[in-house]
């Protein structure tokens, strides 16, 4: 499956990285923040767990938010807000 | 999706966990009842299932810990892994100064740097190292196995690659290679592996940080003070030192401005060294159980020669009588501690020779060395085998196993990732596995060069897929 990123509604982006092993993920998920305003929220799916794990900390690095976080049959849906 | 739905999902995946469980016992039960000898290779096994455990409890990744910090300014990995090859470091030093330490240093020199840093690239190109590689495949991801084949089959292939590529031998090599005087059923002097092996490699100095301070290697000196605090622990400190001041330091700081502690004291720094250590407890959990299983395993393997009265499995499946892919010298694969890529070169040099009809034992790695025994009865692939199956079981128990189709696109990184870690595998006598980790930890500098090679050949590779995800990304609309 493609990579897809688009804008939900104001405020709300979705990325679908569903299917994509390390380093895509958090790759995207890092394209994808910069590319959104600080207060938007970014809800990302993806497959992979260990991504999860670099996910996790570069967020905690920057300060933005996992405000959400679901798994369902080995498929994560995870909301960021951008600081 | 309801409780129930996920209940039933659940009690299957607990099934199959216990399933891959109780297929290994069964392996380790039948052959032992058959022959004692199989024990040798049931330890290869339980050592291979804790590792792969341990890797996907982790997510212990060897291309993360060098690919995150210049990818997603992520140090947890890099942190994860210093932390088990000092563990792994501290236990091998008591092994070693007991005089029962399987290892055996490499050649150090600028081939290994080289070896590094194709290695790093195709690491980071195929999403996984050598033995990520290995458990992404037990978490039912695809494109982790063409990684693994990939390596597999570019590793045969390379190791007996001759005719044009004699070409590009240095005439000195040849010389040098052809004045070992290795046996007439190896033809060292056709093949370009093999010259680079006997011709240039093997005329490196092998060594370790003991010996070079003068220091007998098993002593407790030279083990403890030499190779684990002046090879391992001392620089280890100070590469996490570096990381915390360029990775991690801004993140801890931009925390304690947040809660109103705008001035940093050396305590602080300290706070903010031992925060670094101590974020991810699964990873650190994760490196403790590799760094101990590792040192153990060098241990039992000793413990299991001794018994037997042998150095090698090569001798045991002869007294099996399994004599077929047994080197010119009697031996087989047997490192006695965690190794990947050699095995796998293994089954597809196997394969090939049965199916072809080729000879794939005239060359130095499979003939003079490492042999190419049927893969069922290999130790090492037991070792392989079983670090997938751990991987799975550890998975599968926390609903993280998903059966994952590669698309054309990750299939292509993973041919050409796992293309370049075969070869710089070969070219490094190991992986990140065998040539970095084990050799770092057991005081062998050539270790450390690999380690150093893998940095830019990791940065390469990350500056290429910046560029390809950034024109993904714009491709969507969404150009900076």
Not at chain 2, 87 to 115: D, E, K, M, W, Y
Not at chain 2, 266 to 294: C, F, H, P, Q
Not at chain 2, 399 to 410: D, H, I
Not at chain 2, 449 to 469: D, E, Q, R, S
Request: hydrophobic share 50%; net charge positive; proline share 3%.
């Amino acid at each position: 499956m493609a990579m897809k990123f688009e804008k939900v509604n104001e405020g709300n982006y979705h990325l679908d990285v569903t299917g994509y092993v390390c380093p895509h993920p958090q790759i995207y998920t890092k394209k994808a923040l910069e590319r959104i305003e600080p207060g938007d929220v970014l809800q990302v799916i993806f497959d992979n767990p260990s991504s999860g794990e670099s996910i996790s900390t570069m967020c905690e690095n920057t300060g933005d938010e996992i405000v959400d976080k679901k798994k369902e049959g080995g498929q994560f849906i995870w909301s960021i807000e951008k600081c | 999706m309801t409780e129930n739905a996920v209940n039933k999902g659940e009690r299957k995946n607990r099934f199959w966990a216990f399933f891959v469980l109780g297929f290994f016992a069964l392996v380790s039960i039948t052959t032992f009842a058959y022959n004692e000898y199989y024990i040798y290779l049931s330890i290869y096994l339980w050592f291979g299932l804790i590792y792969g455990l341990a890797l996907q409890y982790g997510r212990f990744c060897f291309s993360s810990a060098f690919r995150d910090l210049f990818a997603v300014g992520v140090a947890r990995m890099a942190v994860g892994i210093t932390i088990a090859i000092v563990l792994f470091a501290l236990v091998a030093s008591l092994v070693t100064a007991q005089g029962l330490s399987t290892f055996h240093p490499a050649p150090s020199g600028i081939h290994a740097v080289i070896a590094g840093v194709i290695f790093g690239m195709g690491m980071v190109i195929a999403g996984g190292c050598a033995s990520g590689s290995l458990y992404k495949t037990g978490e039912g991801n695809m494109n982790a196995l063409i990684v693994v084949f990939s390596i597999s089959v570019s590793q045969a292939l390379f190791v007996d690659v001759g005719g044009w590529a004699n070409n590009l031998v240095p005439e000195s090599w040849h010389h040098s290679a052809i004045a070992k005087g290795l046996p007439a059923s190896i033809n060292v002097g056709d093949g370009w592996m093999d010259q680079y092996l006997a011709g240039y490699v093997w005329n490196h100095p092998v060594t370790t940080f003991a010996k070079m301070l003068g220091w007998d290697n098993s002593s407790a000196l030279g083990a403890i003070v030499g190779n684990f605090f002046l090879g391992v622990l001392v620089p280890s400190a100070l590469l996490l030192a570096v990381v915390y001041f360029v990775w991690s330091r801004k993140a801890f700081v931009r925390k304690r401005v947040k809660a109103g502690q705008e001035k940093m004291t050396m305590l602080d720094e300290v706070k903010g060294y031992w925060a670094m250590l101590s974020a991810s407890k699964r990873t650190a959990i994760a490196g403790l159980v590799i760094g101990v299983a590792a040192g153990l395993h060098m241990l039992v393997l000793q413990g299991a020669r001794v018994k037997f009265g042998v150095k090698n499995a090569g001798a045991l499946l002869e007294r099996m009588g399994f004599d077929y892919g047994i080197s010119v010298n009697g031996t087989v694969f047997d490192p006695g501690y965690w190794y990947v890529t050699t095995q796998e070169a293994q089954w597809v040099g196997w394969l090939l020779q049965k199916t072809t009809g080729a000879n794939y034992m005239d060359n130095v790695f499979f003939g003079y060395v490492n042999g190419i025994p049927n893969p069922a009865i290999n130790p090492a692939d037991w070792m392989s085998l079983a670090t997938i199956g751990g991987a799975a079981i550890m998975a599968l128990l926390y609903g993280e196993f998903k059966f994952k189709k590669p698309t054309l696109e990750l299939a292509t990184w993973a041919i050409i990732g796992g293309t370049l870690m075969g070869i710089g595998a070969r070219l490094a006598l190991g992986c990140n596995i065998g040539a970095f980790f084990i050799r770092v930890a057991n005081g062998d500098p050539s270790g450390w060069l690999f380690g150093i090679g893998m940095v830019p050949g990791a940065y390469i590779a990350v500056k290429f897929f910046n560029w390809w995800t950034e024109r993904k990304m714009a491709k969507q609309g969404f150009g900076l």
